[in-house]
C-alpha cells in the first residue's frame, strides 16, 4: 500500500520513534531552530536532521526559512487524520461492547424469566 493510501500510517511511523515525539513536544508551542532542536537531544545534529524530515514529510511540522536558520513549529492539524481513526475505532469498540453487553443481558433476562 502506497503512502499517500495511508495517512494515517505515515503518521504513526513518524511518531514511533520517541525522540520524534519529544521534538514534537519541544516544537507545540513554541518555534524553535533546528540547532535548538538539536541542542536538547544528544545525538548528532545530522540524526535530529533526519527527525525532522520525517515529521515534516508526515505533516507534522511546518519549516520556514529565516536568513540561514530553519525554524521549525508543529502542525496539530497533522494529527487529525491520526485522531479521526483512533475516533472511529474507539466508537467501534464501544458500539461492539454495548451490544455484547445488550446481548448478555437479553440472555441473563430470558433465564431469568424462564426460571420464574
Given amino acids: 500500500m502506497a503512502d499517500d493510501d495511508d495517512p494515517e500510517g505515515v503518521t ?3 511518531l514511533v520513534e520517541p525522540r520524534r515525539r519529544s521534538i514534537l ?4 508551542h513554541d518555534e524553535l531552530s533546528a540547532g535548538e532542536i538539536a541542542a536538547a537531544f544528544d545525538v548528532t545534529r545530522p540524526a535530529v536532521s533526519q527527525h525532522l524530515t520525517v515529521l515534516k514529510d508526515a505533516g507534522l511540522l511546518t519549516e520556514r526559512r ?3 536558520r530553519r525554524l521549525y513549529r508543529a502542525r496539530p492539524e497533522g494529527l487529525d487524520g491520526l485522531r479521526e481513526f483512533l475516533d472511529d475505532m474507539w466508537a467501534s469498540s464501544l458500539d461492539t461492547a454495548r451490544r ?3 446481548a448478555d443481558r437479553g440472555i441473563a433476562d430470558d433465564e431469568h424469566h424462564a426460571a420464574g
Fill in 100 to 102: 455484547l453487553v445488550e
Fill in 25 to 28: 513536544r519541544l516544537v507545540a
Fill in 12 to 14: 504513526l511511523r513518524a
Fill in 66 to 68: 529565516e536568513g540561514t
